[in-house]
């Protein structure tokens, strides 16, 4: 179980490090919502 905990982890990183690199290539921005601010201002 912890490998598959620790290969999920592993795989958000590289999705985040590639859309990190897709951005900055395209000259974008990458946004975040959270709970405390919504994208939207509900």
Not at 6 to 16: A, P, V
């Amino acid at each position: 179980m912890m490998d598959r905990i620790q290969d999920l982890q592993k795989l958000i990183k590289l999705t985040g490090d590639r859309a990190k690199l897709d951005a900055k290539a395209n000259g974008t921005y990458i946004v975040y919502q959270t709970e405390f601010n919504s994208l939207y201002g509900d």
